[in-house]
């Protein structure tokens, strides 16, 4: 897998826009791992998001180019009246826990919640991530998280926005499993069907 810039979408044209949502409490570190994502960089004092944040890259998954719309969700409850429009036609949602705050790890019950009540998608990709296991002070263990992830049917990976670890199969990893699910990303496509296009209606061209 690796990333091209915009001047190889000529020579590899994108097959496929994906939109990937960032969910999870105020704090835990959703901007923080989109942008070391999309711009390999941190901010030690990042401000909240007010409402949504959106950003746009590509990478390159088995070959095929993919476009990714990445929208950052405010945790804030205050924004929270904008979430049914966020969710729509998501293919992949990560659902960001802070390592060192427990009740951050206990929202996501309501998180999850979120994801079924407002996604539009059945089979779209859930990933959690235990993020800032850099810092000394954990207080949710791996083995915690990966079997909320796994009771919820979701990938899971710990990571820090602040060190990069983790970050970069985070993404890798929810990319190639909508890619590899059938139907996700390449069912809004319209169909071509040769047969309604024939005069005689016999499955042939009517050319
Ligand atoms: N040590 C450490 N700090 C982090 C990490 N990720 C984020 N932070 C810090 O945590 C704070 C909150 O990060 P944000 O990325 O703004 O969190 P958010 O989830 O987007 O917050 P909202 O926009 O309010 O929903 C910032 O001060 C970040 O610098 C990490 O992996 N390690």
């Known amino acids: 897998m690796a990333f091209i810039g915009d001047a190889d979408e000529q020579n ?6 994906l939109k990937i949502l960032i969910i999870g409490e105020s704090g835990v570190g959703k901007s923080s791992l989109m942008l070391r994502f999309v711009d390999d960089s941190f901010d030690p004092e990042q401000p909240a998001t007010i409402g949504v944040d959106f950003r746009v890259t590509s990478m390159v998954v088995d070959g095929n180019r993919v476009k990714l719309a990445i929208w950052d969700t405010a945790g804030q409850e205050r924004f929270r009246t904008l979430t049914p429009s966020y969710y729509r036609g998501g293919q992949g949602i990560i659902c960001v826990y ?26 779209a990709v859930k990933m959690i ?26 990938l899971f990976i710990e990571a820090s926005a602040k060190t990069k670890e983790g970050v970069q199969c985070a993404f ?28 005689g209606g016999d499955g042939m061209c009517g050319c």
Do not use: C
């Open 12 to 17: 590899n044209p994108s097959i496929t826009t």
């Open 98 to 123: 802070d390592v060192t705050n427990r009740s951050t790890f206990e929202h996501l019950d309501h998180w999850m919640t979120e994801v079924d009540t407002y996604s539009t998608k059945d089979d």
């Open 129 to 154: 991530v235990g993020n800032k296991i850099d810092l000394p002070n954990r207080v949710v263990s791996r083995e915690e998280g990966m079997k909320f992830a796994k009771r919820h049917r979701a």
């Open 172 to 199: 890798e990893e929810l990319i190639q499993k909508i890619i590899q699910t059938p139907g996700l990303w390449d069912s809004d496509k319209p169909t071509f069907r040769l047969g309604q296009q024939a005069t």
